[in-house]
């Protein structure tokens, strides 16, 4: 993530622009690994698989305003895998909907609800 924007955040809601080669575009910029897409901003997010992530994840969810966020999409990578039940379980304790799908498939609903203003989020895993 350009480093302008300050450790890996970029404020305000983005459409993602294009996916893939371990990376994203969006907000005029590109950034090679995971983001976590919030209505308050981008997050870079570690690199790794959904266990690896889902602490950061959740952490920087509670941040939200209750309401903020209508459903998380997560992007699980180049196809679906699993929710971690511990991950799951938090999110429906925080009375977060959530859809998991593969990134290229999060990344496009994401941008497709975005534009229907909708309060949406989405983890994304970076892919090749």
Known sequence: MDRA???GFLPGQHAIDAYGNG???FGDMSHKGSILALPTGVHEIAQGGLDAIAEAV???LKTQPRGSIEILLIGAGAQFAPLPKAFAFA?????????VMGTGAAARTYNIL?????RVAAV????A
């Open 5 to 7: 924007a300050g450790d």
């Open 23 to 25: 990376g994203f575009r």
């Open 124 to 127: 994304l895993i970076a892919v």
């Open 58 to 60: 959740l952490t920087l």
């Open 114 to 118: 975005l534009g229907e203003r909708r």
């Open 91 to 99: 999110l429906q304790e925080a009375r977060i909907s959530f859809e």
